[in-house]
């Protein structure tokens, strides 16, 4: 009887400090989230570092190509967001213009039909204004936190300038010069390689979704390029998050038939990239069940808002990928995975194929 109770009191204790990190880590996003954001960027930065490294290339000067890459597509990211919600504040009262109008065109149309429909009786959280606001302020929070970007690019350079290091410092802290590090460095490697490829794969979505929105005729193309980059790491869910401001905007502009081609655009671009070739660069994925992710999306937006979102899977599926190569928490990697997931693919060094 007593040992049933023991581990129900150590499963309450360890929920118990589970919840006081999450509520320190939420009390200290203002300082936890550019280190996060430094930390995922040095980990992309990683494998292209190494295979200048592997041509020849010295490493401080890799490492100085790497970093001014890196603040390039920060500095160009940052300028996209700034100008779109600049423009798009500016332009706000003309859309919520057109929204009314197509709510009263709605509304009228169902009065033809015999439902008695009144626009105050609509919930005002899902009013026209709402949703605008609500996007502005998504963009807004982006915005924010590349306003720290000398903070994130300077934390990135320590971390990429301590990678070499980190096998030496485990060793030293495990009082075992000769440690076998391999699982360490396999789980490392995993990581490194799948958000590699994800953020090409997700670069490539992002340009074929700017073409398709700027082919219809939307406003901001290079902004909804960048959303679908963005939410393209969030599997399932994410092409759909991403498509729904572009296709809102479409309606509004063009109407119907051109958000129905927005649509479509959406949808192949989708298809082509995270059913074809996804899988063919990728191997099998490193998947996560549709409960894991929403409840990923749920829990760091909470923590950290729309950069926690955006950051949740990657974050989950590193947490994932260090559980696999656990003993004792195995089992919890599998529980996260889809039903269909017989194991996550061994990805080698400096490759991009699974073994």
Known sequence: MSQPLFRGS???????????????????????????????????????????????????????????GATLGLLTVSAVVGSSVTEFRESLPEYQ??????????????????????????????????????????????????????????TMVFMLLEANGVPKKLRRAMRDPEADLSQFSQAAERVQDYLFIKALISAGTGLLVAGVVLACGVDFPLLWG???????????????????PAVMLAVVQHGPFTALLVSIGYVVVNTVMGNVVEPKVMGRRLGLSTLVVFLSLLVWGWIWGPVGMLLSVPLTVIIKIVLEHSEDFRWLAVMLGPTEDDGLPVFRAGSSTPE
């Open 226 to 244: 960048l959303v679908a980059f963005l939410f393209n790491f969030v599997p399932n869910i994410g092409s759909l998050i991403a498509a729904v």
């Open 97 to 154: 213009a057109r929204i009314g109008e197509l709510e009263r065109d709605a509304l009228a149309w169902l009065g033809k039909l015999g439902i008695d429909a009144d626009k105050r009786s609509l919930d005002p959280k899902f009013s026209s204004s709402a949703i605008m606001r609500l996007v502005t302020d998504a963009a807004g929070g982006l915005l924010n936190m590349l306003s720290n970007l000398f903070l994130v690019v300077l």
């Open 10 to 68: 150590r499963f309450l204790l360890n929920a118990a400090c589970l919840v006081v990190v999450i509520a320190g880590v939420k009390a200290a996003s203002s300082v936890i989230l550019p280190f996060m954001v430094a930390a995922f960027l040095a980990v992309l930065c990683i494998p292209p570092m190494r295979r200048l490294q592997a041509r020849g290339v010295p490493e401080w000067l890799s490492l100085i190509i790497i970093v001014s």
